[in-house]
């Protein structure tokens, strides 16, 4: 039983960090995911034949798209746009889950950008009829869904969508929008709301109302992807040059998020198991005695303040551990880092610190702190791997390893309690110190001096004299007692007197 229980103890204090390094390791390959689909959505270009000045505007789309959902993913929203690929008239380029639309023209100069951006209806009729077509200018709204002819024939296309540019050009096409307005309220007045629309609505990225945004992409950069997508070279090295990677992302602010998060959730976690096995005593008792105990429900609070706070700091600590290191904020090398070792080592180094403190302030000795680190190392290592083993099995993702780290931390507390009972008794029999760790201790307990005729030096000590009242009692007839001296033996054997320490018992 006690095996179980200090295996349920371990447990509990690393389940939590545990599950709160997975959570970071998550958080981490949900970026990467994200990295590796816009990797993928260029590279889906590769053999087309579209002209490079033609297919940069493409290119675009899937840039701003993905770069915004990747930093949502960053920043934990659950915002995300998503490249349309419409055809239809005055479709947008790229929607959104929280009710923006976004439509991309990459041309050559900034005012050729501007002047697509803000294009009337009449000018696209215009344009239709050059191009062949047949409708007159009724038919033409009527197939569009536009029957005021009165009143649309100036309104912009992309009225209402927020117009994205090259970052190079917004500034010159700011300036040219800000001259049409000039011009035209002098010349033509019903063309002016047109061109102060496109002028509120011109970006040069994607963004929410959350701080949530795309990242801006230059026309040469659009350009120079455009050819690189053709080829289907595309590569990691490519977006980390555009600022692409969990190193440049994922910043410390993100990584503390993250750890909050995950603090929480190990909190949380820490609490339900430091309070389970007080509930479970409670419920017993409460069969028993057929009430409930008052301080049992007071332990059931404490177990819960410090099992809530301890599994919070655990968990905060591991998940920014992980989160950065497989970020790739500590160099390429820890991004391989196996998160579970990370939540279990966080747990031994504090639980180190905590005992260090007490061997400072005398509450434990330094062999009891030695005993519990390599207590703690052992059991985790069975805990380590029984859980990847279950996960093997059980491919629920952290499901299988936490039931495998439970199993294995029972199993790994009955295996060092027995081998730690055979460890001391061999050092008993032997006087073997286990290179250290084991104290052999040979001096006689005083009262085996006593009993030998040895005075045993005492250490005077204080005491107050106490008044006692004088009291009365009747002379008693007591008889002598004869007693023939004698020869007695003792045999004295040795045993644990403290932890890992052997002397005279």
């Not at 496109?198 to 040469?220: N, V």
């Not at 400072?360 to 000795?365: F, I, L, P, S």
């Not at 029999?429 to 005492?458: H, W």
């Amino acid at each position: 039983m006690e095996g179980f229980v200090e295996g349920y103890d371990f447990f509990e204090r690393t389940s939590g960090s545990s599950l709160a390094a997975m959570m970071g390791d998550a958080y981490v390959e949900r970026v990467n995911t994200e990295i590796d689909k816009l990797l993928q959505d260029l590279n889906a270009f590769e053999g087309f034949q579209t002209n490079v000045n033609a297919l940069k505007g493409d290119i675009a789309e899937f840039w701003h798209s993905n770069t915004f959902n990747i930093d949502a993913v960053v920043k934990g929203t659950k915002n995300r746009t998503y490249v349309e690929r419409s055809h239809d008239f005055a479709s947008a380029d790229v929607s959104s889950n929280f009710g923006k639309e976004f439509g991309l023209k990459y041309y050559k100069t900034g005012a050729d950008s501007a002047k697509q951006q803000a294009k009337s209806v009449f000018e696209r009729f215009k344009e239709y009829k050059s191009q062949g077509g047949k409708d007159n200018l009724e038919e033409f709204l009527d197939k569009r869904g536009l029957n005021d002819l009165d009143l649309v024939l100036n309104d912009p296309i992309y009225s209402g969508q927020i117009r994205i540019i090259p970052k190079d050009q917004l500034e010159e096409a700011t300036k040219w929008l800000q001259r049409k307005i000039i011009e035209e309220e002098s010349k033509r007045s019903d063309q002016v709301e047109r061109y102060k629309e496109t002028l509120k609505m011109l970006r040069d990225k994607i963004e929410d109302d959350k701080g949530t945004q795309s990242i801006a992409l230059g026309k040469d950069e659009a350009e120079e992807l455009a050819r690189l997508a053709k080829e289907g070279k595309i590569t990691d090295k490519t977006l980390r040059k555009l600022g692409i990677s969990t190193e440049d992302l994922v910043e410390f602010e993100y990584i503390m998020r993250q750890a909050f998060k995950s603090g929480m959730t190990a909190g949380t976690i820490s609490m339900v198991l430091k309070i389970a096995p007080e509930i479970y005593k409670a419920l017993i008792y409460l069969m028993e005695n057929g009430k409930l105990d008052e301080n049992q429900f007071k332990k059931i609070g404490f177990a819960a303040l410090s099992g809530g706070a301890e599994g919070f700091i655990r968990g905060s600590v591991s998940a920014a551990i992980t989160t950065a290191c497989k970020a790739g904020v500590w160099g390429e090398a820890w991004k391989t880092v196996n998160p579970a070792i990370i939540g279990t080592v966080t747990v031994i180094v504090m639980d180190t610190m905590k005992n260090s403190f007490r061997v400072a302030t005398r509450e434990m000795q330094s062999r009891e702190l030695v005993q519990e680190l390599i207590k703690e190392m052992f059991v985790s290592t069975c805990a380590l791997v029984s859980g990847g083993v279950t996960q093997s099995i059980i491919e629920i993702p952290v499901v299988g390893f936490m039931l495998g780290s439970f199993v294995g931390s029972v199993v790994g507390s009955f295996v060092y309690n027995i081998g730690y009972s055979a460890v001391i008794s061999f050092c008993v029999e032997t006087g073997f110190t286990m290179f250290g760790l084991v104290e052999q201790n040979y001096e006689l307990p005083n009262e085996v001096m006593e009993f030998v005729g040895f005075d045993v030096f005492q250490y005077e000590e204080f005491s107050c004299e106490r008044f006692l009242p004088e009291e009365f009692s009747f002379e008693e007839f007591k008889t002598e007692d004869f007693e023939l001296e004698g020869i007695s033996v003792g045999f004295m054997r040795r045993g644990v007197i403290e932890v890992q320490r052997i002397g005279y018992i």
